[in-house]
């Protein structure tokens, strides 16, 4: 699939069918995220693929956390499989290095048909037992994955032209 209709085509889903999620063609999303650049090729990342029904509820109920005055992830208990990105503690552009993996993990799972939803609101303490994550490895995110019932949404960005400048911070003149 062309890149520009995979990245318009990935999006934060939060509603799955409860059809099964194969794992093997998570691992070949995995083995795509796992080429993602990192610092000093140091590739800090671990992957916990969730699929336990008990290990999942558990999670499910760690990434439900208060925002704002709202409970987000409510749709957490519904999602048939996580994965979730550690990182070695230590790695100097660990959160740089584990986006890239999850990003190009997001786009994989697009390009397979999966939907997919990037999570970083949880109760962190909760989730890192939940999945018993040793203490030199940092919890940096969880992906939900499954069939999406949603409809792919028009992009809502912020005006590029706003954002670019050239040679010098704040210089739009070209
Ligand atoms: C680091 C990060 C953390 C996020 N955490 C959550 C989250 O906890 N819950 C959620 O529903 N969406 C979460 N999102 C999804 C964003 O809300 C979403 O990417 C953004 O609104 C753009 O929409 P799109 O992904 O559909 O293009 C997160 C995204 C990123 C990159």
Redesign the pocket.
Known sequence: MELLQLVKQ???D?SYTQDKVDLETIKKCLEIAHLAPSSINSQPWRFIIVDDEQVRANLAKA?QVELKGNT??K?APTVPLFVAFCGEKDARRRSFDL?AA?NYFCLALAEQGLGS??????KEEEAVKALNIPEDYKLE?VVAVGYSTQET?E??RKNLDDLLFYNQFGNKAK
């Open positions: 990935r999006q934060s939060r990434l987000i992830n749709f986006g999850v939803c990037i999570m970083g609101g949880m995110i949404r992009k809502n």
